[in-house]
């Protein structure tokens, strides 16, 4: 009895069954029998209440009395009545972070790095120096192979090649123009390294914009691009400028369309009602799509304007599982102007808990605009898209089991209010060199190759040649002295050996005369 001496009697029902009380005006109120809604089950006879499907578990849909074990890998929260993938709780994102400026954004020292880096395994295949020194052997190995002609072979015809080949190498010295037949051997390695500076070059010249560039293959760092970036905030207070503007104006008029799905849930379209603010005044719109798949309830509803409330009512109280909230919108191309196709989604959930019956959602667009600078001195080109902030607090959004039960409401309510920052995303990309650049800073780097081997081979004269001279002139005064001490030594053993022949022969007569 209550305390207006209303008499409520209430009968026990079956498991899988909860007391009701029916919409009659009859004294006193007797309970009647009702299936467990979905989600929920019974396991006692009794005047309790049904419960909901702990987690892991699922309802199939009839007046049940225990919990059917679900599939591992699924989605199954608590009072779950479907069997429901993980991928229906995907979250889509379109934009990713801008990328960072290399370390090095001079020509100079990128084009220096990659001719003089030597690598292993596929580094040391695409390695220039590796190959200008595999050229560099083999002009040593033709200067040995000459230096025994030389000194092994003395044959009037082996002179007559060396010559000739000596005659073919003074004609390709680039070096000493003509001056050293060796500095022609090295000239081939200086066109190796040369011709590979140039081929990285043309390569690298093509890896902008990096939206049409693949892996750089042509050096050891395949990530390489001949491109700098830049990031910023700009305030939507001050004007845009004059090559920004139709990039904002296409944004601004971009159609939207507010995608909803509520997962995990049997809920239906016929209990479905939208409204939208207008100024102070509410008003009743229309979705564009609606169905349940799969006890997936999906809305697609086109939004009047793009700052904008929006409340989405179901009429019935039912169990649902997680929320799913994104927004599309077509994609457009005017001149250099490229607006994104839009179509990103965030989704909601928490184990343990059910979805609550008012669901307040905040949804803030940012604008992100990208330039991409043109390589031959040409308008630049844009391209726009929105980018999403979700402001929810999960605790607000999802109750639990005891919290779900003694709930009274009868309506479940989704509040998404749409707005946008005051300030927007302003990336920039521009060429690291271009090509008037990259060609000067070769030649440049042709002049240095042929300057750094004069200057060995000007050290080879200047040092190493004056060493050898010296050297071999010591050696020269030490054969010759040691040569000179030889003969002296052999003219005082003739002369003595003559001064004692001398004086036998005056012995003789006078022995005789004796």
């Known amino acids: 009895m209550d305390s207006s001496g209303n008499l409520l009697i209430f009968n026990p029902t079956p498991p899988g069954f909860y007391p009701s009380i029916r919409a009659t ?9 009702e299936p467990c809604p979905l989600g929920m089950y019974k396991d006692q006879t009794g005047i309790n209440d049904c419960m909901l499907y702990p987690t892991g578990t ?5 007046a049940t009395i225990q919990c059917t074990p679900c599939a591992s890998g699924e989605f199954y929260p608590l009072g779950s009545v479907s069997e429901i993938s993980q991928s229906a709780l995907k979250t889509i994102e379109q934009v990713i972070a801008y990328p960072k400026s290399p370390d090095t954004t001079i020509f100079d020292e990128i084009l220096i790095q990659n001719m003089f ?14 190959w200008t020194l595999i050229v560099v052997g083999l002009a040593l190995l033709v200067v040995i192979i000459m230096g025994m002609l030389k000194f092994f072979i003395r044959h009037h015809t082996c002179a007559q090649i060396r010559k000739r080949i000596q005659w073919i190498f003074k004609k390709t010295d680039l070096i000493r123009e003509g001056e050293l037949w060796v500095g022609g051997l090295i000239s081939f390695s200086i066109v190796v390294l040369v011709s590979f500076a140039y081929a ?3 390569a690298y010249l093509k890896q902008y914009p990096i939206e049409t560039s693949t892996d750089s293959y042509f050096a050891c760092d395949l990530s390489i691009r001949n491109a700098k970036f830049q990031t910023h905030l700009q305030t939507l207070a001050i004007p845009p400028p004059e090559t920004e503007r139709k990039m904002f104006d296409l944004l601004n008029e971009q159609s ?7 997962i995990n849930t049997f809920i239906n379209c016929d209990v479905v009602s939208i409204q939208a603010l207008f100024s102070n005044i509410w008003s009743t719109i ?9 006890s997936i309830l999906s809305l697609s509803i086109p939004l009047p304007h793009q700052h904008i409330s929006v409340e989405i009512t179901l009429a019935q109280v039912q169990t649902i599982g997680a929320l799913r909230i994104g927004v599309s919108g077509d994609k457009h191309e005017e001149d250099s102007y490229k607006l994104q196709e839009l179509n990103f989604y965030g989704s909601f959930s928490k184990n343990g808990s059910v979805l609550a019956q008012i669901l307040p959602v905040s949804l803030t667009l940012t604008k992100v605009i990208n330039e991409t600078l043109s ?27 005891d919290q779900y039960i003694r709930s009274t409401s009868q309506a479940i309510i989704l509040s998404i209010v749409l707005s946008e920052t005051p300030y927007y995303v302003k990336n920039q990309q521009q060429p690291i060199a271009k090509q008037p650049e990259i060609i000067f800073h070769n030649v440049l780097f042709t002049v240095v190759c042929l300057e750094i081997f004069g200057l060995i081979f000007i050290l080879y004269k200047l040092i190493f040649k004056t060493i050898y001279h010296s050297i071999c002139w010591v050696v020269f005064r030490h054969h010759e002295k040691s040569k000179k001490n030889g003969e002296e030594m052999n003219s005082d053993f003739k002369y003595s050996n003559t001064w004692s022949n001398t004086s036998d022969v005056d012995e003789h007569p006078i022995t005789d005369v004796f």
Not at 381 to 398: A, E, M, Q, R
């Open 256 to 262: 939207l369309l507010l995608n909803v799905d509520f």
């Open 117 to 130: 880096h030597i690598g292993s395994g596929r580094y040391l295949l695409v390695s220039p120096l590796f």
């Open 375 to 401: 390589m031959k001195g040409e308008k630049s080109n844009f391209s726009g898209i929105y980018i999403p902030t979700y402001t929810i607090d999960l605790n607000n959004l999802f109750i639990s089991r």
């Open 200 to 202: 990285f070059s043309n």
């Open 25 to 33: 005006r009859s004294i006193p109120f007797i309970t009647f029998p």
């Open 58 to 62: 699922k309802n199939s849909g009839n």
């Open 286 to 294: 229309r979705w564009s799509n609606c169905q349940n798949i799969d």
